[in-house]
């Protein structure tokens, strides 16, 4: 079966942007993770329960980073698990964006990037899905 177009193109844009998730979560996770490196403020963490960035790294680094990873390969594998793990990364990375601004109430500009991304990530997952239903696989 040929792929189509369509399909294609979306295959391009959702590891694109898986890709580009799972990496800036990875130097995010990392960077938290390694004594704040990044120099997030410290007052961010007044309303939390965490004393130092390691856990928020960790946790970043578990909850966005390896699941985006791991999507963005099923996705170039073409595995018939991809839009499913895809979907599952999307709304992980919609979660992990609104638990920071509940947890922190605060606001910083790459939030409402990443939660557009994670939204994407969904909606194209969402469509893939639907379309590997309907056409098999390589839609």
């Not at 919609?94 to 910083?108: D, S, Y």
Request: glycine residues 10%; aromatic residues 6%.
């Amino acid at each position: 079966m040929t792929i189509t177009p369509a399909r294609l193109l979306t295959r391009f844009a959702v590891i694109g942007l898986e890709t580009i998730a799972a990496v800036s979560a990875l130097g995010g996770g990392i960077g938290l993770a390694a004594g704040n490196a990044i120099g997030m403020p410290a007052d961010w963490l007044a309303a939390t329960p965490f004393s130092s960035w390691l856990v928020p790294g960790v946790l970043l680094l578990l909850v966005v980073a390896v699941p985006m990873g791991v999507a963005a390969v099923a996705e170039l594998r073409r595995s018939s698990l991809a839009p499913s793990l895809s979907l599952i990364a999307g709304v992980l990375q919609v979660l992990w964006i609104i638990a920071q601004w509940v947890v922190t109430g605060r606001f910083h500009w790459l939030q409402p990037t990443m939660l557009v991304v994670g939204a994407a990530v969904t909606v194209l997952a969402l469509h893939s899905g639907a379309v590997a239903a309907t056409h098999g696989p390589a839609g």
